[in-house]
């Protein structure tokens, strides 16, 4: 069955920082990937999403993410981490099926 | 601001009762998606439509049931509500409902049944 693995729950790192948020994804063929970062009390905002073709994925608020298909995962990093970037990131993956599975969530917190 | 709307933005009810979410979609989105947000299951699939037709149904419950009406506004329906019905619900539209399509959030309606 299809599924999405966010390994960590909460990370906490240095304004300034490199960030990276894993994510491992359980599906047979390759998936639609996406990554979505909420706000609090917020609603939900895609920050990237993968296809197929360069397996180097550039989103919104300089995130970027890397899809390995031999390891079924699609971390998402940004090189300098800033105090606005604290917020819940999600990792989501849809197939043909229509269906979108949304990973728990990583929590990050941005310590000054 | 992602253009999706939802009513309300809050909700305080007693258990046993129903109630009904509003979600508008962007303009020239035909597809509506809704979503639970608890803490406990996470951000949980619950239903799609596409231009007024069922597309794909996850986790739903049998007490629960949505609509998308002609001029593309959804209505999802909770009956007979429990205390573990309290969460964040959340609408979402696409372009065209495909598993590819950049999904729009709305603000989320926060649902709490006492």
């Known amino acids: 069955a299809q599924s999405v693995t966010q390994p960590d729950i909460h990370i906490t790192v240095s304004e300034g920082a490199s960030l990276e948020l894993r994510c491992n994804y359980s599906?047979?063929?390759?998936?639609?990937l996406f990554w979505y970062v909420q706000s609090p009390g917020q609603g939900l905002q895609l920050l990237l999403k993968?296809?197929?073709?360069?397996?180097l994925v550039q989103g919104i608020k300089g995130f970027e993410a890397e899809f390995k298909r031999s390891q079924s995962s699609f971390n998402l990093r940004k090189p300098s981490v800033h105090w606005s970037d604290a917020a819940e990131y999600f990792c989501?993956?849809?197939?043909?099926?229509?269906?979108?599975?949304f990973g728990a969530g990583t929590r990050l917190f941005v310590k000054a | 601001d992602s253009g999706v709307t939802q009513t309300p933005k809050h909700l305080i009810t007693a258990t046993g009762q129903r109630v009904t979410l509003r979600c508008s979609p962007r303009?020239?989105?035909?597809?509506v998606y809704w979503y639970q947000q608890s803490l406990d299951q996470g951000l949980q699939f619950l239903i799609q439509?596409?231009?007024?037709?069922?597309?794909a149904k996850g986790n739903i419950l049998e007490r629960f049931s949505a609509q998308q009406f002609p001029d593309l506004h959804s209505e999802l329906n909770l009956s007979s509500l429990e205390l573990g019905d309290s969460a964040l619900y959340f609408c979402a539209s696409s372009v065209r409902g495909l598993a590819k399509d950049t999904q729009y959030f709305g603000p989320g309606t926060r649902l709490t049944v006492l």
């Open positions: 993968y296809f197929s073709g360069d397996t």
């Open positions: 439509y596409y231009n007024g037709e069922e597309r």
């Open positions: 989501a993956c849809s197939t043909g099926g229509f269906k979108t599975i």
């Open positions: 599906y047979g063929a390759t998936p639609y």
């Open positions: 303009s020239g989105d035909l597809s």
